[in-house]
Every structure is written in structure tokens, then in C-alpha cells.
């Protein structure tokens, strides 16, 4: 389990992990922070932040050097062992020891473990992929699980835990900036005839912006409107001082969403929207597993579903996509997404599909890469260590970072509406370590002034020897605390996220 606390963030999956500890699973945890589950972890790895290739890197070295590693399935199944060889050669335990904090026992116990016989997955989460090197981490995984052949077998694999329901199902559907609907390539003129006769239209055959540069095109006059839907940027995105001088700058907001969120306030025009329980569809989970969603109730007042508010608008501006229920558009999917070929409702019906599911008769794929993988043969890729982005220094003397409370999940657009959650979870708090708080006379209960470069936050504080010396933890879930205004919007280079999850900070005790 690396970057990623599922207690918090992923309860169900975290559940599911307590029960296997309970029949008897291992587990190595590699966490800044004492999580429930590094409690309960055969090894707690207290990793600094932000240097997990060096250490993902310094374990391949370890089992590459013990000859660890599985020579069958990289022979069979992979390609550039070579180089990745020649990059891990570079981190002996004693280097990787020295940059993340960790002595070299452990780095050798943790390597063995993982290259051991047997089923062996890692889990990971945001706290990977919220980094200006984010890819390189989860390239650096999915290396360690080939080199091993942890990939393709039950209760194996890479498993990435997504930041929000849904997230499958929004990027099977081409809700990226750099693909098409089922992950099709945008230099594929033949998927894009196909769209182009099935819909009637000319596409655009180019790239769009990540949603994380809308911000500074928006400044730039590169975007002039904007339509934002179950989102709320203004107080959930990276550095968001930077986010409301955009919006401010907007000409032309529309804002579709269940709530008056802080992004709807200052919109022009908001559309309201139903919630899940208020709608029919699908919903495709982080296991691929597409399920049915049933209404329960009838929207309030003016509240439409989401596809209907955007078929009539579509309707409205000349083009009659002529859906008459999300069954409609279901049926679409199936018709043009190989990975979705033999589902419908009527199947779904009767349990979820995790697809690919090619053929009407197909049962579904619960694992992926058993005999080749979507290449081929999987690619080594491996990456060189690059620091975090903004170390600490005279000024910035503290490192902070950010994760979820469980009652809140994310913000406090609906939680924040729940008057019992208050009682669960009532007001963000900043861990501090024992012995940061000595060197700095807090008690626990006091008012800090979290500053970095971007803006300002007051909270209050909680001794605990759950956080880091030289890290301060906090959640990320109260308006009231809005501690974007700190997080860094430095980019990766590929999925352009940001890295939310390291930052420096100045730290003033106010009583």
C-alpha cells in the first residue's frame, strides 16, 4: 500500500483490506504518516514525502542484485529489461536509504516481501499521482510488478484506487484531454470516421486543454466561457487564489451542479442537476465493474439529469442528438466501445460487468493482462528520481500535505449540509508532530497560520504523533478552511495533475 490511506479515502476497499489482514494477509505500508493501517502493517515504511521512485527504484535494485526477480515472465512477457536495469543500478540501498529516510533493513525486508512467491498486489492512490512526477511513480510500479510478475494473476497486479466515483466511467466515455471515448488514440483516422458518419459532424482532430491549464488560458484570453458540471474548482483545485482571479476574468460561467457550490456563485447562468439518486445510468467502478444506477425519487423543483439537460441544450444550439432515456445512450456506448461490446441494461440487470466484455456471451474480464498485455508485451519504463518541486528552506521551513476524513470524503458542498457529519468530523485540524510542536510551543487546541507562497490558512492545531517531524497533515474537506490556497499547481509533465500533495510552509503559532 503506497500513497494511498483507503480507510479515509476508498472505506469499502479499505474494509476489504482489514478482512484479508484478518485471514492473514501481509502488508507493507509505505506512508509519512501512521494510518490505521500502518498500525495494523507487518512493515510501516515512514517514507519522506515525495521520494518514492528513489525508493521504488532502490527496491528493483534490491531484487535485481538478490536475483529476485521473476526471469520467465520478464523474458516472456516484457520488453527494455536492459534499461531498466542500467537505471535501477544507480540506486544502491545505501543512497535510496539517505534520500527517503528509511534505513537499508528495511528497504531489503520490503524488496524480499514483495518479490516473494505468491499472489502480491500494490495498492496506490493520490498520494502517488498528485505529484509534477506522478506518472513517473506509477510507471515505477508498474515496472516493480513486471520484474516480479505480479501482473495478470488474481489478487495481483497494479491497483490504482480512483479519487472519485465515477472517474472510470468518465474516462472510458473520452473525458480527457488527449483521447477519444474508450481511450482511442487521436491520431486515428479511422475511429474518427467512424464517429464522424455515426454522429453526423466533423470532430476536431487535436488535443484540448487539461482542466488544470484552464486557469492560466482563461488569463491569457485563450478561453472566454466556461461550463463547469459536478465540479467546484474554487475551492477544490490546486492554488485556487489562481482559480478565482480566472473565474473572475471569465466573460461568460455557466455552472451545472446540485448545489450553490463557491464555483456557482460565481457563475452567470446555473444549471441544477440531479443526483445520483434522482437519475438512470451507469456508474463504472474503479475495478472496471459497470453497474446499474436506478432512480429512486423524482429531482426538485427545476433539477434535471445530467443528459438531459445537455440534449436540450445541444437541441437548442441545432443539433438534435435525439436521446430519449439514458438507455439511448448506453446502447450508443455499447455500439462504439470495443470494451463495452456485450453489455446492456438487460445484462446488467442481473449483476455488474467489469469490461472488457467483447461479446454479448462474454462474462466480463475481472483481470486484466493475463496473457498479453494491451501492447503486447509490457514495456519497462524506467524513470530517474526528480525531488519535489518546492523544498523547504529558511522561509518555508515545514513540508505540508493533505488527505480526506472519511466523513467528509470530499468537500463541503453536500457533506458540509449534513448536520450529523459535523458532529463526526467538525472542523479541520493541522497534525503536528511532538516534536515539531516543542521546538515550536504549540498545544494542541491552538490557532496556527499555515503561509506558503501562494496564500494563507488558520486552523487550528492537533499534537499527534500520527504526522512526520517537519510535515504538517490536514484535511482538505471544509470550505471554511479552503487550504488550496497553499497547495502548489506545479504540473506532470504527461497527465498534467498537479502536485497537490507536497508543498512548504511557514508555520506561526497565533494562541
Same mark, same amino acid.
Given at each position: ?329 448506453? %446502447?450508443?456506448?455499447?455500439? #462504439? *466501445? ?8 438487460? @445484462?446488467?440487470? /442481473?449483476?455488474? !460487468? ?125 470550505? %471554511?478552511?479552503?487550504?488550496? #490556497? *497553499? ?8 497527465? @498534467?495533475?498537479? /502536485?497537490?500533495? !507536497? ?9
Amino acid at each position: 500500500m503506497i500513497g494511498s490511506n483507503p480507510d479515509t479515502s476508498h472505506p469499502t476497499i479499505g474494509l476489504r483490506i482489514h478482512q484479508a489482514l484478518d485471514r492473514g494477509a501481509k502488508l507493507v505500508v509505505v506512508d509519512p504518516r501512521k494510518t490505521k493501517l500502518a498500525e495494523r502493517a507487518d512493515l510501516w515504511l515512514r517514507i519522506q514525502p515525495g521520494t518514492d521512485v528513489a525508493f521504488l527504484n532502490g527496491l528493483m535494485h534490491i531484487i535485481i542484485k538478490e536475483d529476485l526477480w521473476d526471469k520467465q515472465f520478464v523474458a516472456d512477457r516484457t520488453e527494455d529489461f536492459e534499461e531498466l536495469k542500467e537505471v535501477v543500478e544507480k540506486y544502491p540501498p545505501e543512497l535510496v536509504a539517505e534520500i527517503t529516510g528509511l534505513t537499508v533493513a528495511e528497504l531489503e525486508q520490503a524488496a524480499r516481501m514483495y518479490a516473494a512467491p505468491g499472489r502480491n498486489a500494490i495498492y496506490h492512490g493520490m498520494g502517488i499521482t498528485h505529484y509534477h512526477t506522478g506518472t513517473d511513480r506509477v510507471k515505477s510500479i508498474a515496472n516493480m510488478a513486471m520484474l516480479c510478475g505480479k501482473v495478470g494473476v488474481e489478487g495481483g497486479g497494479c491497483n490504482p484506487l480512483r479519487g472519485q466515483n465515477n472517474v472510470q466511467g468518465a474516462c472510458d466515455m473520452g473525458a480527457l484531454f488527449n483521447t477519444m471515448p474508450g481511450y482511442g488514440a487521436l491520431d486515428n483516422d479511422e475511429l474518427f470516421d467512424k464517429y464522424e458518419k455515426r454522429w453526423g459532424v466533423k470532430l476536431p482532430r487535436k488535443p484540448g486543454k487539461p482542466a488544470t491549464e484552464i486557469w492560466d488560458n482563461i488569463l491569457n484570453d485563450e478561453i472566454r466561457a466556461l461550463y463547469v458540471f459536478g465540479e467546484d474548482p474554487a475551492i477544490a483545485d490546486a492554488n485556487i487564489g489562481h482559480v478565482h482571479r480566472a473565474l473572475a476574468h471569465l466573460e461568460f460561467l455557466i455552472v451545472q451542479d446540485l448545489f450553490l457550490t463557491d464555483t456557482a456563485k460565481e457563475a452567470d447562468v446555473v444549471l441544477p442537476a440531479a443526483s445520483f439518486a434522482e437519475k438512470d445510468g451507469t456508474f463504472s467502478s474503479t475495478e472496471r465493474r459497470v453497474q446499474r444506477v436506478r432512480k429512486a425519487v423524482n429531482p426538485p423543483g427545476q433539477a434535471k439529469p445530467d443528459w438531459q439537460i445537455f440534449t436540450e441544450l445541444s437541441e437548442r444550439m441545432g443539433y438534435a442528438m435525439g436521446y430519449t432515456k439514458p438507455e439511448d445512450i448506453f %446502447e450508443e456506448v455499447c455500439e #462504439l *466501445l470495443p470494451q463495452y461490446r456485450g453489455m446492456s441494461y438487460a @445484462r446488467l440487470e /442481473e449483476v455488474g !460487468l467489469q469490461w472488457p466484455v467483447p461479446h454479448a456471451d462474454h462474462p466480463g474480464t475481472p483481470v486484466l493482462h493475463t496473457e498479453s498485455f494491451t501492447r503486447g508485451k509490457g514495456l519497462f519504463v524506467p524513470e530517474e528520481y526528480m525531488a519535489p518541486k518546492e523544498p523547504v528552506d529558511d522561509e518555508y521551513p515545514m513540508l505540508f500535505t493533505t488527505g480526506r476524513h472519511y466523513a467528509r470524503y470530499n468537500f463541503s458542498s453536500m457533506t458540509g449540509k449534513t448536520r450529523e457529519i459535523d458532529d463526526i468530523a467538525p472542523e479541520a485540524l493541522a497534525e503536528v508532530s511532538p516534536v515539531d510542536a516543542e521546538k515550536m510551543g504549540i498545544k494542541t487546541g491552538d490557532m496556527l497560520k499555515l503561509t506558503s507562497r501562494r496564500g494563507e490558512v488558520t486552523i487550528k492545531a492537533e499534537v499527534t504523533e500520527r504526522s512526520q517531524p517537519g510535515t504538517i497533515f490536514t484535511t482538505y474537506n471544509y470550505a %471554511e478552511t479552503p487550504v488550496n #490556497l *497553499l497547495t502548489l499547481d506545479a504540473l506532470d509533465r504527461l497527465s @498534467r495533475t498537479p /502536485e497537490y500533495k !507536497l508543498c512548504a510552509i511557514r508555520v506561526e503559532v497565533l494562541g
